[in-house]
């Protein structure tokens, strides 16, 4: 067992699972769970972080009702953050970026911390030796025409560039309503057209800051794309694996 990780469950109750919300696509919440593990510095079993998987698709549609006033998600994401907290939850990761337009709330409901999606990009973007420059954002309207990445990646000294509105519905909404509707393999096309036409107007990496887009376009497509990219559910698992170091070291600190 790696230290870091026997140290944070020798200091901490035996309900010290990561709860993950989901269901925001389904299949996205299920990749994070599979990336979780597989970026995990593991070799048996017992090394993995505990995690709850919460994969409820009866959420409503989260740019549907910020853009066109549609069912509020909120009730059924408050609902899944409880379900979490009473289950044991020590941390809480939220797979959707649209969803994080509700953060605020998430952060205030729940009994413990809930990860930021974007914070976990713009540490991703720095882990890859990219602190500064043109950033291509590629996501849902609602995560883009509302600003979610924009704000906190120029606050980190970053400037987006945002596909046209015929971009947004065509090239990302189209690859991440065929993940949505399985039919995955017919996602990468549009999503790959989109990157390289950000590509094309300067961007020096781009997000796929819709969590459906990493299933658009997997890793093994990515070095022929011919820019660095970030994964909003790699970033996010990493992130959720760097608390578990982070709060390990903590609880075996010794007061001076």
């Known amino acids: 067992m790696p230290p870091w990780f026997h140290r944070f469950v020798m200091n901490h109750t ?3 699972y990561l709860g993950i919300l989901g269901g925001m696509g ?5 990749a994070f769970a599979m990336r979780l593990a597989a970026l995990t510095p593991a070799s048996i079993d017992q090394q993995h972080i505990p995690a709850l998987l919460l994969n409820d698709p009866r959420i409503p549609d989260r740019s549907t009702a910020r853009l066109y006033g549609g069912t509020d998600p909120w009730p059924a ?5 409880r379900m979490l907290n009473d289950a ?3 941390l ?3 797979p959707c970026n649209t969803a994080h337009l509700w953060y605020e709330q998430m952060a205030q409901a729940s009994d413990c911390e809930v990860l ?5 990009v713009a540490q991703d973007l720095q882990r890859q030796g990219i602190t500064r420059g043109r950033i291509g954002l590629m996501g849902t ?3 883009l025409g509302l600003g979610l990445y924009q704000q906190t990646l120029e606050k980190h000294g970053y400037t987006c560039i945002v596909p046209t509105e015929e971009e947004i519905d065509t090239l990302c909404m189209g690859s991440i309503r065929a993940v949505k509707g399985n039919q995955v393999e017919a996602s990468f096309a549009p999503a790959a057209e989109c990157i390289e036409r950000l590509r094309m107007r300067g961007a020096d990496a781009v997000v796929l800051g819709c969590t459906e887009l990493p299933l658009a376009v997997p890793h093994a497509l990515r070095k022929s794309l011919g820019i660095p990219l970030t994964d909003s559910i790699d970033a996010l698992a990493l992130a959720a694996i760097a608390h578990y170091q982070l709060h390990s070291l903590e609880s075996e600190a010794v007061p001076a």
């Open 92 to 94: 809480i990761a939220v």
């Open 77 to 81: 994401m408050l609902r899944g953050i």
């Open 26 to 30: 389904p299949l996205a919440g299920a």
């Open 88 to 90: 044991g939850a020590r």
């Open 141 to 143: 309207a609602a995560t």
């Open 116 to 120: 930021h999606i974007i914070e976990a």
């Open 14 to 16: 035996a309900s010290c």
